[in-house]
């Protein structure tokens, strides 16, 4: 499961932005005003350039049935806006906060909406047709089962096998790499990202990176009393959180590649 060059882009840019005090953010508060800005910046925008709201706060505006097609709106944020049935289709939509808007039916459709935050948002009708979600935020949003998807919908289905056994990764204290199974009657879960969580495993294997070196035991490095040994199965110690939304919670955490593994805890 190795990364795109979409994540891979997405990763080098959160890395590397540098936020921009929120007094010194563009604020939109009326309808008036937004749409005279869309014509503007709409008739000013050149080639495959779009329209750049880029950083832009969005506050208490009614946009129902609006056409928000193709534009920047990147790292911007919607607050306490009427956004259903908007058409946000083929935007970039990367990094948006949502806070207490009604979303209901709104369509982002081919759109790069990558790390946005739906916390405690109605999702119910929204329109992920094409929509890459990688490390968006669902959890403690509502109604996130019934959103639109299709087969070009990215990162909203799990990436792990729903059903049967597969082999997960994980890396513990000094860079040990364990090799493990999930048997088919684990329960699992992920959600938006490269890792998930399982009920169950067994440890098949633990070694350094470069897989030079075995080892019979590895430890965690969340739960120092946590210990992997080869040939051992285990469940976690604080239990299993069902909700696969909730990233961080208890289970046993993996990596589906063993590359991504290593990457993330050689950081």
Known sequence: MNFSQSETDFIKDAESYVPIPENEKPVIESEEELNALLAERRAAAKGSSLPDFMHTRFKGLDLSGWDM??????????????????????????????????????????????????????MTGIDLSGANIYASVLEDAINQDKVIIDDDTKWYKMR???????????????????????????????????????????????????????????????????????????????????DRWKDSSPGIHFFLDRQQCVDYQSK
């Open 160 to 242: 792990c096998p729903e059903e049967g056994p597969f082999i997960a990764w994980k890396c513990c204290t000094d860079l040990r790499v364990v090799m493990m199974l999930v048997p088919a009657d684990a329960k699992r879960c992920m959600a938006t990202m490269e890792t998930g969580r399982v009920s169950k495993v067994k440890v098949l294997k633990i070694t350094n990176i470069d897989e030079t070196e075995n080892y019979t035991w590895a430890q965690s490095t969340v739960d120092s009393d946590f210990y992997y040994e080869v040939g051992k199965w285990l469940e976690p110690a604080n239990g299993f959180q069902e």
């Open 69 to 122: 097609t193709k534009l920047n709106l990147r790292r911007t944020t919607f607050d306490g806006c009427n956004l259903s049935g908007t058409d946000f289709s083929d935007s970039e939509m990367d990094h948006i906060a949502f806070y207490n808007n009604d979303l209901r039916g709104m369509k982002l459709c081919r759109c790069k909406a990558r790390g946005c935050s739906f916390r405690f948002q109605d």
